[in-house]
């Protein structure tokens, strides 16, 4: 075990890409773990202590948003911030009236910049924020974002490393640009990464594998509260890496102990908003390596385009179609004649934000009633781009429950576009809806007035 665990670190540490199948896209995915140690951290600290603006505010979906959510909640938590960050990764019109952009600098983030919501997002703050050097863009070279950015004279552009995906760039100008605006000292805050012990990483990657081969493939990731948000980042990580070829690591996030006889533990210890630099790197090392136990491709992401390619042909082709919703009386009925040993369930709310401790109860509230069976849970679209991959890619033991308004929200106007944002959230669930359908997922969809109404 020692030799093996000495021969896969080598050969990740010299990038060798027989360790993941030979159409993986590894070849062009790898700049992560470079990439912090190319970036000059004195400029980019000199240019955030520049900005005179009292808050943050983070257009993004996916990699390019939960790990600032991370880093920002983080610092916040520990009061040390020097300025709040507001993380903007839904389309729902209520959570969007609720954005205050006074006194913000806006960072507009997307890796491909074509990405819908980032664009969507960024039409609605132009109408709100007139001038554009308080905006700031991060993206990959010669995108189309970046090309806006220039034309609309954006105060900053940050053009990233092309070679990292999403969920991996974090440490890249992704998450260090929020990071240098809310206070982090990044020499400091980067020490933990560059001190990462690859052999620990790896082994802990070996693991993570293993136990999915051994049928013990719902990974509990215990976190301490004061770090609840980190589950995030680390749920869509495991997930969109490793959920594909009907196999894949089913990340359950929880600040509890949890326990069945198809879990696998992970206590993810950390102290200090300082050691999230290390924890990030660790775990983007040990996926990688779960995916070479896997036979699987770490890096792309399948099926990720279903929904959105769904999303795109519901809003050609409006008006909306009529789906078939139920009613919170009809939930556990359901779940009862549903479930099947080895199953785990996703509630997926398309409702507005700030409802966090309501889904929380929820999903232990489900576990409890079926016997600890593993329940997560996120908002849509957020995990449309995160663990959306693992719900269609992934084994077929996922039963979604999908919840969505009972009384359609109060409308609100994406400029350029001939729909609202209540309108595009609906498509993007229905578009959801059928994507899963398509892979024989079970899935019932209903309409709430309030969370707590699902807890009996």
Excluded at 93 to 105: G, H, I, Q, Y
Excluded at 293 to 314: C, G, H, Q
Excluded at 427 to 454: C, F, K, N, P, T
């Amino acid at each position: 075990m020692a030799a093996e665990l000495e021969s896969v670190t080598r050969r990740f540490l010299e990038k060798d890409l027989s360790l993941w199948p030979t159409d993986s896209v590894a070849s062009n995915r790898l700049g992560w773990l470079d990439v912090f140690n190319e970036i000059d951290l004195n400029e980019l600290t000199n240019w955030a202590n520049s900005v005179s603006y009292s808050r943050i505010i983070l257009l993004g979906m996916g990699g390019s948003s939960l790990g600032p959510l991370v880093l920002g909640k983080a610092l916040k938590s520990f009061g040390k911030s020097k300025r709040d960050l507001i993380v903007v990764d839904t389309t729902h019109p209520t959570t969007l009236r609720e954005v205050d952009f006074e006194d913000a600098l806006v960072i507009v983030s997307s890796k491909s910049g074509t990405t819908l919501e980032p664009n969507v997002l960024y039409a609605f703050a132009r109408s709100k924020v007139i001038n554009p050097k308080r905006f700031v863009a991060i993206t990959d070279p010669d995108t189309a974002l970046d090309r806006l950015a220039v034309s609309e004279g954006f105060e900053r552009v940050f053009r990233n490393r092309a070679d990292i995906g999403g969920r991996y760039s974090v440490l890249s100008h992704f998450g260090l640009v929020p990071a240098a605006l809310v206070g982090y000292d990044l020499n400091e805050f980067l020490a933990s990464a560059r001190n990462l012990n690859y052999q620990e990483a790896v082994s802990l990657g070996i693991d993570l594998g293993n136990a999915v081969l051994a049928k013990k493939d719902k990974i509990t990731l215990k976190v301490s509260e004061t770090f609840r948000w980190v589950g995030l980042w680390l749920e869509q990580l495991l997930a969109e890496s490793t959920g594909k070829n009907s196999t894949g690591c089913i990340p359950v996030p929880t600040t509890e102990s949890e326990d069945s006889k198809d879990r696998f533990h992970v206590d993810v210890s950390i102290d200090s908003p300082l050691d999230l630099a290390g924890l990030f790197l660790k775990f983007e090392v040990a996926t990688s390596i779960a995916g070479h136990i896997l036979d699987i491709d770490p890096f792309n992401e399948p099926n990720v385009a279903e929904s959105k390619a769904n999303t795109n042909r519901v809003l050609e082709e409006l008006p909306l179609p009529t789906l078939p919703t139920s009613s919170s009386s009809d939930l556990y009925p359901w779940l009862e004649s549903s479930l099947k040993e080895g199953d785990y369930i996703s509630i997926q709310a398309y409702l507005p934000f700030g409802q966090d401790d309501k889904l929380e109860s929820l999903r232990r509230h489900i576990r409890d009633k079926f016997n600890s069976i593993a329940v997560t849970a996120g908002y849509g679209p957020r995990f449309l781009h995160s663990t959306g991959q693992l719900h269609k890619g992934g084994p077929n033991s996922v039963v979604c429950v999908q919840l969505v308004d009972n009384t359609p929200p109060k409308q609100q106007g994406i400029p350029g576009k001939n729909y609202d944002f209540a309108t595009l959230i609906a498509a993007q669930s229905i578009g959801d809806y059928e994507s899963l359908q398509a892979h024989s997922r079970r899935i019932i969809r209903i309409g709430v007035d309030d969370i707590s109404d699902l807890i009996t």
